[in-house]
């Protein structure tokens, strides 16, 4: 499908594994000029830097963690310098640190709020402070389905990502009159790298698990997550807006 983003100037936060990394190549492309960021290092975007390299487009990787303020300020400013403005801004980072609620610290917990709703709230807010996005952009979140379903050991989690969901929604509202449209993707299970990091014989297990629990009896792709994200960000959403599509198999 062609998403008319041909150079569009795109942000995608956490570009350096999974679904981040999913939609940031998807979005190269595409035809977009893209900036993303990662924290752990160079060796961790090599492959990324290839790959983004093999598309038309101006694209900039850059060492950022935008979990706290001055990350945020030096990915913002990359993308001010370089492209002026955007168009599209994703919001893919999170923290996922799985912890009994009876077990859970102070420190946990704002970890979770931090890296699931603060870290968004702070990349749009300085996005908008700096007038980076005009008439016709839009912002896509990324949630999580579990939000709706709830998850044993992740009260904090879900917490952060249902925050998400709301400040999605208030934010349609208000930016609306601009012609900024802000919308939220939720996925179910996705087969990431996530699984290449756990035993064989565990990540089988969880494979069929989480297959069992969605209606069409599979994972989702990175690919496919992806294809929503840009979905939303092009033209052809143009009048979606404030809204939280479960892209999950139906759990």
Known sequence: MDFALKGKRVVVTGGSRGIGRGIAIAAARAGANVITCHRKGKEAVRGLEDELAETAGDHRIV???????????RLLAEAQSHFGGLDVLVNNVGEFSPQPYAELTDAGWGAAVEGNLTSAHRLIHG?????????????VNLGSIVTFIGMAGGAHYTAGKAGLVGMTR?????????????NVVSPGRIDTEA??????????????MFSQMSAVKRLGTVEEIANVVLFLAS?????????DIHADGCV
Do not use: C, K, W
Request: aromatic fraction near 4%; hydrophobic fraction near 45%.
């Open 170 to 182: 208030s934010l349609a509202r208000e930016l609306g009159p601009r012609n900024i449209r802000v």
């Open 127 to 139: 996005a908008l402070s700096l007038d980076l996005l005009a008439s016709g952009s839009s912002i």
């Open 235 to 243: 033209d052809l959403a143009s009048y979606i807006t404030g809204q």
């Open 63 to 73: 060492e950022a963690d935008v979990s706290d303020a001055h990350g945020t300020a």
């Open 195 to 208: 699984f290449d990091a756990m035993p064989p014989e565990v990540a089988a297990r969880q494979r069929a």
